[in-house]
Nanobody, 114 residues
Framework: QMQLVESGGGLVQSGGSLRLSCAAS????????MVWYRQAPGKQREVVASISSGGTTKYADSVKGRFTISRDNAKKTLYLQMNSLKPEDTAVYYC????????WGQGTQVTVSS
């Protein structure tokens, strides 16, 4: 059973940066397109960014130019570098694969103050 553990969130001022990590427990991570999602209070979970097994990336329009998704397959870890953070980026951030999701991790809270 795959376990996903997100970390790196915190409280940051508008314009600041954070780097999120998602550690996967199984090597099947390597062949999967991985996705960062976020869910703000009272809103549905949304896709933030994705990265294929070959490194092709896609971003939501709201984060283009500010966020960078990457992966280290040797470490079975997914990353999200978030720069120029805005209050509207406040949410719980989760990682999972693009296809049928594995069990969801606990997520990591990102709070951006204005």
């Amino acid at each position: 059973q795959m376990q996903l553990v997100e970390s790196g969130g915190g409280l940051v001022q508008s314009g600041g940066s954070l780097r999120l990590s998602c550690a996967a427990s199984r090597s099947i991570f390597i062949v999967e397109t991985m996705v960062w999602y976020r869910q703000a209070p009272g809103k549905q979970r949304e896709v933030v960014a994705s990265i294929s097994s070959g490194g092709t990336t896609k971003y939501a329009d709201s984060v283009k130019g500010r966020f960078t998704i990457s992966r280290d397959n040797a470490k079975k870890t997914l990353y999200l570098q978030m720069n120029s953070l805005k209050p509207e980026d406040t949410a719980v951030y989760y990682c999972n694969r693009e296809s049928t999701p594995w069990s969801w991790g606990q997520g990591t809270q990102v709070t951006v103050s204005s």
